[in-house]
């Protein structure tokens, strides 16, 4: 486990720290937002979840930070029998997963609000939305199994992702409404909740989010190049490849007096004929010559 932080920006929610605990066998993430001070706080619920899926913790691995080698994380875990391994000072190297997976999720959140155009207070959605989708399809020693998929034993779902961002209408309760109010309000995607329980959505004219299952999500925005931005429903247009013999063919060859020559256009047969032909002029021109 690493905690990464301070953020220069805080989160909509006041944090400016997550702290990520790893399974080293599943790569199954658990994120929580956090300060410094809570991190026994979140080292119990991890605990309580390894627990919950039926998984034992014997190792837990981290830095010599104060937030980890302090007087309250070293209780938690020997109520646990769980034993604590300390990387030496100044040697990040040996706590390569975690700083590594802090890495991924800081990159990957940060291509997401750009990309997104959503403000920079909303990073701790962004963290949260990329350890979802990487607990969903990250790789794993199993072959076929996904980190969701060993951490739980069933099989993740994927046909509720939407891109990070997506423009929403979100449906308003009839308790939070009157007569001539309103059904909807224009939101955006910003994260999960379970499995296919439901959405958190910033909504940008009251700068909040919300938690809803009555969605209705805009064409997703999807970039096939740098410069090239299409709006499609969910799925790529496909690229469409002429017949073999209608490609264009590029040919290179040595005409007799040392020049490289090119003809390009038209089918094999075409530029065959005007290959011979090229030759035949430059023959007529040397016996001229001569």
Aim: aromatic share 8%; glycine share 8%.
């Amino acid at each position: 486990m690493c905690v990464c932080g301070p953020m220069t920006e805080t989160s909509a929610g006041g944090a400016r720290y997550f702290v990520c605990f790893k399974d080293d066998y599943s790569k199954f993430r658990v994120f929580f937002i956090t300060t410094k001070g809570e991190v026994e706080d979140c080292l119990q619920k991890f605990l309580k979840e390894v627990k919950t899926a039926g998984h034992v913790t014997k190792i837990l691995l981290s830095d010599g930070g104060k937030e980890f080698n302090c007087e309250a994380v070293r209780k938690v875990l020997e109520e646990h029998g769980i034993t604590h391994r300390i990387i030496m000072p100044y040697t990040p190297e040996q706590n390569g997963a975690a700083e590594q997976e802090n890495h991924t999720i800081v990159e990957s959140s940060r291509s997401m609000l750009h990309a997104s155009g959503l403000p920079k207070e909303l990073w701790a959605e962004a963290c949260s939305t990329a350890m979802y989708i990487f607990n969903h399809t990250g790789p794993t020693p199993v072959e076929g199994k996904t980190p969701l998929g060993l951490w739980t034993g069933s099989c993740a779902t994927l046909g509720h992702l939407r891109v990070f961002g997506t423009e929403c209408y979100v449906h308003i309760p009839k308790k939070k409404r009157h007569n001539w109010d309103q059904k909807n309000r224009l939101g955006r995607l910003v994260g999960y909740m379970g499995e296919k329980d439901g959405y958190r959505i910033w909504i940008p004219k009251e700068r909040k989010i919300v938690l809803s299952h009555d969605v209705l999500f805009k064409p997703e925005v999807v970039c096939n190049s740098r410069n090239d931005i299409t709006r499609t429903e969910s799925t790529c247009p496909t690229l469409h490849v002429a017949p073999t013999e209608e490609m264009q063919v590029l040919q290179n060859y040595e005409s007799d007096d040392g020049n490289t020559t090119s003809t390009s256009g038209g089918s094999n047969v075409s530029n065959a004929e005007r290959y011979v032909q090229d030759r035949k002029s430059v023959r007529e021109k040397k016996q001229q010559i001569g």
